[in-house]
């Protein structure tokens, strides 16, 4: 069997907050040789990890001893129009699902507004959009394939290893490294995109209506002003002639240069002056403008994000969210911190995905975020202590301090999770501090 080659590097994540040197990396082209790499790793007493873009912020994906990159292992390998799924390799980027599914002519349910990682990566970690039937990335996994911790190769679905998809969909990376991921896919649709600013006044009193009157509502709070951007999108079927995208130089205009170049520069440039942070956010939610554009749905979905930045983010209960806002608002004003960007609001139904952070109940979900240079521990310290307060669930991907005896109580399957992490995994060749962490 032949094997991948292999260096010696330094890894780091997209933030740039995890790092790990002197590790041995190979880049896999086939099972076989992730299946040769566990087994090495296992003989040897080491760990093994596959990571992909690094677009999580917390080190779930962080390699002790070798690193597996998955680049040799993308693209989509079966299509099924009659069951409506579609297998991709699971080191797949979303952008490059999105755009291989359009030309096929279908589309998954929902997504998240990054489409930079891989697939096992957003699955493993709960990637999730905001609204629709089927929020998160893993309640549209009806099917996988993953190489255990013993070098088993498992095949599951809801006809085999059944329990094993059941918990898999969110793995957090400890069950197994993932090779195939199977989704339920519908036809290509379109979305019609309103984006309007809104005081926080009217925002949040609308906001339940918003919720009920279209398919998938966003908004964003901008810290230290009275102003909400909001987003609606609402389905709108599948004719592709009746696409009304945005014209290409305001594309490259609002998206590119506004939020990407201009407020990069800006951000940066006010972690050396905060004191001005205040009047900046209030000026810049007060030139937002109303635009509305109808395109397929993940270049709706999706936005470049080319400002490198930090993030937490947790899930509420539904009927607690703007509650939870509120306090957030209150907190954060108290303090006297400066923060430059702005805090995201989403909403998911609750699903069946026994780790993922709408399990069981409708979710109302508030990421908060700052500049990668800005000091974020005192904010994200403070934004948690009222997100756990009310019962909040961390994102796994995402920067928290939970660790494992906390964690436990929030999902009552937890216990069935690490059942199956010490059937498939035993001597934790797949581990790292990060999961020693949450899951004990």
Not at 348 to 354: I, S, T
Request: charged content about 20%; proline content about 5%.
């Amino acid at each position: 069997m032949s094997r991948p080659r292999s260096t010696q590097t330094t890894w780091r994540n997209w933030s740039g907050l995890e790092r790990a040197a002197g590790i041995r990396v190979a880049e896999p082209t086939s099972t076989d040789q992730i299946v040769a790499e566990v087994r090495r790793a296992r003989a040897t007493g080491e760990t093994v990890k596959m990571a992909g873009t690094g677009h999580s912020f917390i080190g779930i994906a962080r390699p002790e001893h070798t690193l597996l990159l998955p680049q040799s292992l993308s693209g989509i390998v079966a299509v099924d129009r009659d069951a409506m799924t579609v297998t991709a390799l699971a080191g797949t980027r979303l952008a490059d699902l999105n755009s291989g599914l359009e030309t096929l002519g279908l589309s998954l349910h929902n997504m998240g507004d990054i489409a930079e990682q891989t697939l096992a990566g957003a699955i493993s970690t709960g990637t999730h959009g905001t609204g629709g039937r089927r929020a998160g990335l893993s309640a549209q996994v009806v099917g996988l394939q993953l190489v255990t911790g013993t070098g088993e190769v498992l095949t599951a679905s809801a006809t085999e290893n059944a329990e094993v998809l059941d918990l898999a969909r969110v793995g957090l990376g400890a069950l197994g490294v993932l090779t195939t991921v199977t989704f339920a896919v519908e036809p290509l649709f379109l979305l019609r995109a309103e984006e309007r600013p809104m005081s926080w006044a009217d925002a949040t009193a609308a906001f339940d209506d918003l919720v009920a009157g279209h398919d998938h509502v966003d908004m964003y709070w901008f810290p230290h002003s009275d102003r909400m951007l909001t987003k609606r999108n609402t389905r709108v079927g599948t004719d592709l002639s009746k696409a009304d995208p945005l014209p290409r130089w305001r594309g490259l205009l609002d998206d590119e240069l506004l939020s990407n170049t201009v407020f990069g520069a800006q951000t940066a440039t006010l972690n050396h002056g905060p004191a001005a942070i205040p009047r900046a956010n209030r000026l810049a939610a007060r030139l937002l403008g109303p635009r509305t554009y109808t395109d397929v749905a993940h270049k709706v979905f999706t936005s470049p994000r080319r400002v490198v930045f930090r993030e937490m983010e947790y899930a509420v209960p539904r009927a607690a969210g703007l509650e939870t806002l509120a306090e957030c608002r209150r907190v954060f004003e108290r303090s006297g911190l400066r923060v430059s960007f702005p805090v995201e609001i989403r909403v998911a139904p609750a699903d069946d995905v026994p780790l993922s952070t709408a399990y069981q109940r409708d979710s109302f979900y508030l990421a908060f975020h700052t500049h990668h240079a800005a000091d974020h521990a005192r904010y994200f310290a403070l934004m948690e202590e009222v997100l756990t307060a009310h019962d909040g669930r961390p994102h796994w991907g995402k920067l928290h301090t939970r660790q494992a005896d906390g964690l436990a109580g929030l999902y009552p399957r937890f216990g069935d999770f690490l059942a199956l992490r010490d059937r498939l995994d035993p001597d934790r060749v797949l581990g790292n501090a990060y999961l020693r962490r949450v899951l004990g």
